[in-house]
């Protein structure tokens, strides 16, 4: 089930209780109205005591005088003030004093007329206006009865408002929260879909536009709660994403030229050697020198391939993980002089200055050591430094103790490396950009460095480099001490 659907199902079964809540307040609220207006259960037996005593008082006191006049007139100005009409009847039905003059003299059914009970009373009057109820009259407070008054009372004079079971205020109070809760529950709903729901949307849309390789859209969100971070991190996997993109097409584009350039480099060599090879064939040495020099050409372009095809082993075993570095404890004097010997040879016949320690110079300590590895850091190296140099340049080689390693330096004086390149220089393909002044600055594959980075710390020592353009480079790598 979708967020929408269920923030759309659960507005609409709160709306529901909430209906019924208010639907049931209400029908409460009618009934208790209802109960209110209602006149049987209004009527006050209070009050009909109230109506009636100043009478019953008047009669029980003066009953042995009502044959006088003024007697009579007296308690008839009572009932009248009192809004009332009374029959006074003896106990044989015979009507003594009556507000009304002319039943003075009746007679009263004393079975059927008297109602001493309010409930009864309220029964006999049928709807009708007037309630109908008797009290007797005594005489004295502890004489018998003389007689009953029927009183005639209207109803509207005894009736009480009866308080509500639930205050009315409490009602309205209920039906208010309810009407709030409903409002915020369309404001939440709102709040929800506007802040959760559609970012949650464009955030698909934009999951979906990398999906189809798109990383150039930017994906922002206003607001910094816990989806603004979401947004942040997404726009942050975006750019990586984005960057490794680029990273694996340069890297794609690096090996298409690393192919290419192998290739050359590999098919010139091997074309010479074929042609030397087909030379000799054909008799063309006539004697042993010219067969030598021959021998020696085709050993240098023999070198160069086995060089270039190294260089693309190391590459693939760097590629999976795998790169073969077995080192075995060795003295590192004998070791670094037997590297040291051929590299001066090469330098020197290139025109350069070489400028090499002596065999007694060389510290003599116990390093853990692949010697066919280690040469090809420093066959690398010196390749790379006779790259940047001209003839009459200097390439120095020492070695010496620091801080528990063997360092071992090679620097040369000449035209060293721009600044921009340096932060490249370990990089794998990375060939640095060719100058005016020497075009061979891009010669090779761009694996050398990136190969010596990786020999030395599977030796678990690292290597570093100081340059500045126009004075030369200097690289420098250490080899831990047993």
Same mark, same amino acid.
């Given at each position: 089930m979708s967020l929408n659907t269920w923030s759309r199902r659960w507005l609409l079964t709160t709306l529901g209780l909430l209906i019924i809540m208010v639907s049931s307040i209400v029908a409460l609220s009618m009934m208790l109205l209802q109960d209110q207006n209602s006149d049987k259960s209004s009527l006050s037996m209070n009050l009909v005591r109230l109506k009636v005593n100043p009478i019953l008082l008047a009669l029980e006191q003066t009953h042995q005088h009502l044959t006088e006049q003024n007697i009579r007139e007296d308690i008839r100005s009572i009932a009248r003030e009192s809004g009332v009409l009374f029959n006074y009847v003896n106990l044989d039905g015979t009507v003594m004093l009556s507000s009304d003059l002319s039943s003075e003299g009746g007679q009263v059914n004393l079975r059927s007329s008297l109602h001493y009970n309010l409930h009864h009373a309220a029964q006999a009057a049928d709807g009708t206006k007037s309630l109908n109820i008797a009290f007797p009259v005594m005489d004295g407070p502890v004489g018998s009865q003389i007689g009953n008054v029927?009183?005639?009372?209207? $109803?509207?004079?005894?009736? /009480?408002?009866?308080? @509500?079971?639930?205050?009315?205020?409490?009602?309205?109070?209920?039906?208010?929260v309810s009407l709030i809760l409903g409002l915020l529950l369309f404001w939440m709903k709102q709040k929800l879909d506007k802040q959760l729901l559609s970012p949650i949307h464009q955030l698909k849309l934009h999951a979906e536009s990398i999906l189809k390789g798109n990383y150039e859209e930017q994906i922002q969100y206003n607001r910094t709660h816990e989806l603004?971070? /979401?947004?942040?991190?997404?726009?942050?996997? %975006?750019? =990586?994403?984005?960057? @490794?993109?680029?990273? %694996?097409? $340069?890297?794609? $584009?690096? $090996?298409? =030229?690393?192919?290419?350039?192998?290739?050359?480099?590999?098919?010139?060599?091997?074309?010479t050697i074929k042609a030397y090879i087909e030379a000799i064939e054909e008799g063309l040495c006539n004697d042993q020198e010219t067969l030598m020099e021959y021998m020696r050409v085709m050993r240098t372009h023999t070198d160069k391939t086995a060089r270039l095809v190294e260089d693309l082993l190391v590459h693939a075993l760097q590629e999976l993980g795998q790169i073969s570095v077995e080192p075995r404890e060795k003295y590192s004097g004998p070791v670094l002089d037997a590297m040291l010997k051929p590299i001066e040879h090469v330098i020197l016949t290139r025109g350069l200055v070489y400028d090499g320690p002596k065999s007694n110079h060389i510290p003599n300590v116990l390093i853990a050591i692949d010697t066919i590895r280690i040469e090809q850091v420093i066959s690398n190296l010196v390749a790379n430094a006779l790259k940047h140099t001209a003839r009459g340049d200097t390439i120095r080689i020492d070695s010496e103790l620091e801080s528990g390693h063997l360092k071992v330096t090679i620097a040369d004086s000449g035209q060293g490396i721009r600044v921009q390149d340096m932060p490249f220089v370990f990089q794998r393909y990375f060939r640095g950009q060719a100058s005016h002044a020497d075009q061979r600055v891009q010669e090779g594959t761009g694996l050398g460095l990136s190969i010596c980075q990786s020999i030395i710390e599977a030796h678990g020592g690292h290597i570093s480099f100081t340059s500045k353009e126009g004075q030369g480079t200097t690289f420098r790598f250490y080899l831990p001490i047993c």
């Open positions: 029927l009183f005639s009372i209207p $109803q509207a004079m005894v009736t /009480v408002q009866k308080p @509500m079971t639930v205050p009315i205020i409490w009602i309205s109070v209920l039906l208010l603004g971070e /979401v947004y942040a991190m997404f726009d942050l996997m %975006r750019t =990586e994403i984005k960057h @490794m993109n680029e990273l %694996r097409i $340069q890297q794609e $584009q690096a $090996q298409k =030229e690393l192919i290419t350039n192998i290739s050359h480099d590999i098919k010139t060599p091997i074309t």
